[in-house]
Every structure is written in structure tokens, then in C-alpha cells.
């Protein structure tokens, strides 16, 4: 047989095991609606999955005296499930491919049944790890279903999660917003608190200042998301988009940090981390200032002790300035690729935001060739967190 015929096979039988997987995140989507449903039949249906759950709960640990029932009552039905819709494709594929899909499922079931459900995705811990990637379930991800319930129902693939918008969990989320005020924070204030998320604003001069952040610890030491959408274009422009940001979060993470599911930061960027102020006075303050903060945000962005999602828009109209994008229109656009698990959130009608993800995910690196070797010395965190 030709090599053509094993990359086709290979095609193949990786299509059919998705397909498969996919299957059962619409069965597992509707077993979780039945458990809510006013139906009775459909509730016990709904039921049967739920002792998936309380096997494997929320605090992330087994109940050993459920692990048959979840064997028989979930594991078993999604091998079935998936066993299925692989055979479906006797119709249109290569039968030797579904038959070894089909085989690859079995043997993983043989072995969840020795071990009595604890696959990895399932294994007890201590702290989460937020998740990386952005394709493939890995046991981070999946945790986080068992966690939120509603959310995050990928079983292999986040696919089914990018189509609903389950890839972030918000209903009773408690958020931290500064910039609430504002043309973008006040709209996605709305769209949070509309999606069930409970909002708290954060208000500079009120609650704190760039001087003081001890305003702002209960606060913070409650919150889920630490939303920074605050910002500046005039003298105190550093103090605004950089030194308050880190300042922030840096004190986030410090109030948070014994968490069994570490929290989330969503920082509001720009595409002029980018582009050049294009001989704009006025811009000088503001890009310099934008450019500070996306160097911490690009390690923000590496860290495990938080999610962070950097949030990079193109201009939209506020009392900062005129833009061809309403602030509400950047705000839900933001927030539909958030739910669809960008950690970088490009919100451009330019490009200049596709543009700047390589620069955001590789700045270190560009920074450093340009340089010849020689790094320039980065600023203190800690002093910026004491001032």
C-alpha cells in the first residue's frame, strides 16, 4: 500500500474519533439542560449525568462509593455514545479506519475501567493551573467544567465550546472593574452583568488612587476577574495605563493567591503597542505608557497563578477620542471572543491587533535581538506596588 493511502487513512480516522468526541459534548450540553428541565423524564435523564458531578465535585475531589454508578451512569453511556457515531461512518469512510477508532475507544474505556473512572482529566488536586492551548481539552480545561458546570463542555476539542461560547464560565463571577464610568467600561459593565456576572466599580479617587490601594483589598480579595478598562492620554498617562495596572494586579495576586481555581485579569490594551503615534504630540505620553504595560503583560500572559486575557482594541469613540467603532460594539466584540477563549483579544477594524500578536507573544525575543544582547533594565514591580 502507498504512503498516500496511510496519510489518507490517518485523515481519516482523526476526523472520525473528533466527530465522535464532538458527539458527546452536544449529548453532554443537553444532559445538563434535561437536569434543569421542568420535565420529569428529561430530569432523570439529565440525573443520570449528574452523578458524574457528585463523584467528581466542585472541590475537585472523588467520592469513592460513586465510582460505579458514574462508571454505569456516565463513562459507559459516553463510550457508547461515541462507539455510535464512529460506526455512522461505515456509510461514507474507510471501514478499516472506523474499525480502528473504534477499537482506540474501547481500550480507553478498558482502561478507565480498571481504574475506576480516575482518568487525567479527573485526577484530585490542590490548585488549578489555568489552562493553555486553545484546541485541545487538557485536564486544566476540563477541571474547570466540574468547577462551573455550565461551561467548558469539550471532552477532547474545544470546538463545541468555541460554537456555544462556553469556553468562560460568568453567571455569579464576582468582578472588580475600574473604568466602569467610561464610554467601553460602562458598556461591558452592562454586558457582564447581563451574562450574570456581579460587578463591583473600582473608582479612582474614591477607592483608590495612585498613591493608595489599601481602599481596595476586600474588594480584590473577593473578586473573580480584575477588570482593568481604566485609562489616560494626558500627563499621567504612565501612572494610568502602566503603574496602576501592575500595581493592581500584582496586589490581586498577592490576596488571591491560596485559591484552589486561580483568578482571572483582563487588562484593556491598544493597538498602539504597535503602531507609531504618527507624528502626533499628543500621543507621545500615551503610546509610551501603552508600550510600558504590554512588557508586564506579556509575562502576566506566561503566568500560571492567573488567567490573563490582554485585550487590544482598535480606537473607538469615548471622551478620550473619536473612532470609526462605537465603545459598545468594541465592549460586546471583546466579550464574544473572551467567551470563545482568546487570551489575547484582538477587538480591530485595522489589523493592526493581528498584527501586534506576534509581537505580544514574542516581544521579549524582538526586543532583545534588536538590542544586540543588551536588556534595558525593567522597571521595579515591587516599587510600583509600595507607591
Known amino acids: 500500500m502507498s504512503v498516500s493511502f496511510y496519510l489518507n487513512l490517518g485523515l481519516e480516522m482523526a476526523l472520525i474519533y473528533v466527530v465522535s468526541t464532538i458527539s ?10 434535561f437536569a434543569k428541565s421542568k420535565y420529569r423524564f ?50 461514507v469512510a474507510n471501514p478499516l479506519g472506523v474499525a480502528l477508532v473504534a477499537v482506540v475507544h474501547t481500550v ?7 481504574w475506576r473512572g480516575v482518568d487525567m482529566n479527573h485526577q484530585k488536586t490542590v490548585r488549578l493551573k489555568h489552562p493553555r492551548g ?37 453567571k455569579g463571577q464576582r468582578v472588580a472593574m475600574t473604568g466602569a ?13 447581563r451574562a450574570g456576572a456581579i460587578v ?24 473573580d476577574i480584575l477588570f482593568l478598562a481604566h485609562g489616560s492620554k494626558v500627563e499621567d498617562a504612565m501612572a494610568a495605563n502602566c503603574d496602576s495596572f501592575v500595581a493592581l494586579i500584582e496586589l490581586f495576586r498577592s490576596l488571591t493567591q491560596e485559591r484552589l481555581v486561580p483568578p482571572q485579569v483582563w487588562a484593556m490594551g491598544s493597538e498602539i503597542e504597535c503602531h507609531p503615534t504618527f507624528g502626533v504630540p499628543e500621543l507621545a505620553a500615551y503610546a509610551q505608557s501603552k508600550r510600558a504595560y504590554a512588557r508586564y503583560a506579556r509575562n502576566y500572559n506566561r503566568a500560571e497563578d492567573i488567567l490573563y486575557r490582554h485585550i487590544v482594541t482598535s480606537a473607538f469613540t469615548s471622551r ?41 507573544v514574542a516581544g521579549d525575543r524582538i526586543e532583545a535581538i534588536a538590542r544586540l544582547g543588551r536588556s534595558a533594565p525593567a522597571r521595579d514591580t515591587t516599587e510600583i506596588v509600595a507607591a
Open 200 to 223: 463591583t466599580p473600582l473608582k479612582y479617587g474614591v477607592d483608590y488612587d495612585y498613591a493608595d490601594y489599601s481602599r481596595v483589598h476586600d474588594v480584590l480579595r473577593n473578586a
Open 181 to 193: 464610568s467610561g464610554a467601553y467600561g460602562s458598556a461591558m459593565k452592562n454586558l457582564l452583568e
Open 42 to 91: 428529561l430530569q432523570r435523564l439529565g440525573d443520570l449525568h449528574e452523578t458524574h458531578h457528585r463523584w467528581f465535585g466542585p472541590n475537585l475531589r472523588h467520592v469513592d462509593e460513586l465510582a460505579m454508578p458514574n462508571l454505569m451512569h456516565h463513562r459507559i453511556p459516553e463510550y457508547l455514545n461515541q462507539v455510535a457515531v464512529t460506526g455512522a461512518f461505515l456509510l
Open 320 to 360: 478620550m477620542g473619536r473612532g470609526l467603532m462605537s465603545a459598545k460594539a468594541a465592549a460586546w466584540l471583546s466579550l464574544w471572543l473572551i467567551k470563545r477563549g482568546f487570551r489575547y483579544v484582538p477587538v480591530s477594524y485595522t489589523g493592526v491587533a493581528l498584527l501586534n500578536f506576534g509581537l505580544f
Open 134 to 170: 486553545h484546541f485541545f481539552v487538557t485536564p486544566s480545561y476540563h477541571y474547570l467544567h466540574h468547577v462551573h458546570n455550565d461551561s467548558h463542555m469539550g471532552s477532547f476539542v474545544q470546538v463545541f465550546d468555541w460554537i456555544m461560547g462556553s469556553c468562560v464560565h460568568l
Open 24 to 33: 458527546f459534548d452536544v449529548v453532554h450540553y443537553l444532559l445538563h439542560r
Open 108 to 114: 480507553a474505556l478498558v482502561f478507565v475501567l480498571c
